[in-house]
């Protein structure tokens, strides 16, 4: 078995840096992988440029170590290049929701251990204005949130400076809402809203349970509107979609779809786009469930991985 380390070693993650390293050792001291190489990204690019010209069966599997970006390079590589090679992520981003929700941990221990059963699940990938994305694509106040935050900010405070910049759009009642136009295959609407998740997961922004009808191989992403809402009103309906409860009240628009644009009615509104954290740019926005699929390495007994793929 060959092994495939994409490794983002800037300052911050540094103890990742060296999970992997250790996880390579150890692998290739007990047997279970016979040769492995690291390769270390420097800027911007360099994760997509590694795996975009992958063959099929060149490596067993990719491990890419990083943050969003990273992470998010490395899929948008093994889609372009169709090589069909299993991806381990040890991620190690302010929020890491996707291996989250599939229950990826993050120890040395762990990563052996899924190595070494390597339980591989397909996966459906999104595309959004172009870019392939994992998790979930967005837009709207999470966001303008999540674009206002300065690395230094992530580096610090990691999720709280997210829960800091929302508490404080709260208190001030900065919901600014926009009108936009909704078509899909099966319909088209137009809606006064402030956040657009689409999740191809059940977990997006921090929040655990936004889409909970999700599944990660059904040809289906799940949309999640939430239309203009009080600021009173704004906590309790946090509080629901952290427990799945959210998706029948009356602040939410919910549907599935395989296909979707999104449209900017109110020219003078901000409404930033973002893919598994990466900025997207502003409106119109075009996104699909793409005919590649991704391979995964996921916990063999683990009912978040049973929920997500249904088995």
């Not at 800091?164 to 295959?185: M, Q």
Request: aromatic residues 8%; charged residues 20%; contains cysteine.
């Amino acid at each position: 078995m060959k092994g495939l380390f994409v490794i983002n070693p800037n300052a911050g993650m540094r103890m990742f840096q060296q999970g992997a390293h250790e996880v390579a050792k150890h692998l290739l001291q007990n047997g279970t992988i016979d040769y492995c190489s690291i390769l270390y990204t420097r800027k911007g690019g360099d994760a997509f440029e590694i795996t975009s010209s992958l063959k099929p069966g060149e490596w067993d599997f990719v491990l890419a170590a990083g943050g969003d970006g990273t992470v998010n390079e490395v899929v948008n590589g093994l889609a372009t290049s169709n090589c069909g090679i299993p991806l381990l992520i040890l991620g190690a981003g302010t929020t890491n929701d996707f291996i989250t929700a599939v229950g990826i941990g993050r120890t040395p221990a762990t990563l052996e251990r899924l190595i070494k059963d390597f339980c591989v699940k397909e996966a459906d990938i999104g595309v959004c204005n172009g870019h392939y994305f994992l998790n979930s694509c967005s837009g709207g106040v999470i966001s303008n949130i999540a674009h206002s935050i300065s690395p230094e900010q992530k580096a610090q405070f990691g999720i709280l400076a997210y829960y800091s910049a929302g508490f404080s759009e709260i208190v001030e009642g900065n919901f600014k809402t926009a009108k936009i136009r909704i078509t899909t295959p099966e319909e088209t609407f137009d809606e006064e809203v402030f956040l657009l998740v689409i999740a191809n997961s059940c977990q997006a922004g921090g929040f655990q349970n936004v889409a909970p009808k999700s599944r990660l191989n059904d040809g289906l992403l799940d949309v999640v509107l939430i239309k203009d809402v009080g600021a009173f009103d704004i906590l309790p309906l946090i509080g629901m979609i952290q427990t799945g409860q959210h998706l029948n009240d009356k602040h939410i628009r919910f549907f599935q779809t395989n296909e979707l644009r999104a449209e900017l009615l109110d020219g003078d509104r901000e409404f930033k786009l973002d893919y598994d954290g990466e900025f997207a740019g502003d409106m119109p926005l075009n996104v699909s469930v793409s005919d590649r699929k991704l391979k995964l390495i996921v916990p063999r007994r683990s009912l978040k991985v049973r929920r997500l793929f249904g088995s």
